[in-house]
């Protein structure tokens, strides 16, 4: 039993926030430790050839891609790489509600095998987590567009002044062996989910 006069108020609000803390940290390591894992596994056993299971444009098989695509990389580099966004972009896109984790995730993937899909170079594999990051980035800037809270736009500003130069080079045909098609398609799905919740983010600004 709480003393009169002394509130609990405090102390229970230190505590949420606490737990949400915890829960958005785990998830975020399940989420990128998964890859890792598989990662791992095709390091250790190369003759499941893993990697084979990604996106290939505009063949039935490849449609499985479209999923496993984003758990399967062509190196340590290449992971490393990625894991970096996926943390950083991944972690902002939790707040206010993990609900918008999953939405953008969902929106990303998608986004990126069927852009890898229908546009990428014949008899070509489309593999890595980058259309992901590239769908976190494309979110937290529609977000702080359609909320025009304070703190959205200062994110947005965030993501464009530390990601933006890469990210709109990225999305364009200018470098070799790096699929664009899944970096546009994952920004394009990232401003669709930021599209499609707006109105339930602005009632969360």
Known sequence: MSQPGVSTAPSRAVGSFVDQLK???ALLALFVGSMWAVFFL????PFLHLNRH?????????LQGI???PWLHAGLWHITANTGGLLVLGWLTMWPRIANFWQVTAGAILGAGLCAWLLGAPYSVHIGASGVVFGYAGYLVARGFYTRSILSILVALFVVSSYGLSMVLGALPLYPHVSWQSHL???IGGIIAARLSRQTLRLQA
Do not use: C
């Open 23 to 25: 829960t958005r940290i």
């Open 42 to 45: 095709s390091v250790s056993m």
């Open 54 to 62: 990604g996106v290939v444009p505009r063949t039935l098989d490849g």
């Open 67 to 69: 999923l496993f695509a």
């Open 185 to 187: 398609g994952g920004a």
